[in-house]
């Protein structure tokens, strides 16, 4: 990630916490990152960017430590499992701007709608990086099954105080173990 994007993020993330997403404008993001409009502008075309952006670093980050011509002892499940946690894990490092934008979409419901299509190409990179086919109408439904675990986990992520994020990481097994048989009765 380049600095100008970096410096968005985590100015973006900042005021989320000082003043509530739903008030910070796009003019407090570009003072506190010490950029102008115009190069704002260049780089996102509204707030909801930013999350993209955020979330984008983030599977980028993910997709670092990958080793797609590596060892696959792994199963596709176990690989899955690990990205996940692996993205709650790198999510952490902004809990509190995280936690401030999510309850900011209680009061603007329609953030989550206009952040659906950017959280599902990534629950698409998750699946395809463990192994998981997601072409078809099976790729969607399992693309589509993965974005509804993501975001019931993110649920209790969002209350986990825990230093190792055993509750996410306990409930993710549980939801994912359930999406498997699901899957499976389905014939996915």
């Not at 509530?20 to 780089?43: C, K, N, Q, V």
């Not at 199963?75 to 996940?84: A, N, V, Y």
Request: charged share 30%; net charge negative; proline share 1%.
């Amino acid at each position: 990630m380049d600095k100008k994007s970096k410096k968005i993020i985590d100015s973006a993330l900042h005021l989320a916490v000082e003043q509530g997403w739903e008030y910070t404008s796009l003019r407090d993001i570009a003072e506190h990152a010490g950029i102008s409009a115009s190069d704002l502008y260049d780089a996102i075309d509204d707030k909801s960017d930013i999350l993209t952006m955020l979330g984008r670093a983030i599977d980028k980050k993910l997709l670092d430590d990958i080793d797609v011509s590596g060892d696959n002892s792994d199963s596709e499940r176990e690989r899955l499992f690990d990205l996940m946690m692996d993205r709650y894990e790198a999510l952490n490092e902004h809990r509190d701007g995280v936690c401030a934008i999510l309850e900011s979409f209680k009061c603007d419901p329609k953030q989550v709608i206009i952040s659906m299509p950017h959280l599902c190409r990534s629950m698409s990179w998750m699946l395809e990086i463990s192994g998981i086919e997601i072409s078809g109408i099976s790729g969607a439904i399992k693309v589509t099954g993965l974005t509804g675990v993501y975001i019931k986990v993110l649920m209790v992520w969002i209350k986990d105080d825990s230093e190792d994020l055993s509750k996410t990481m306990a409930y993710l097994d549980k939801t994912l173990e359930r999406a498997d048989r699901a899957a499976k009765l389905l014939g996915f």
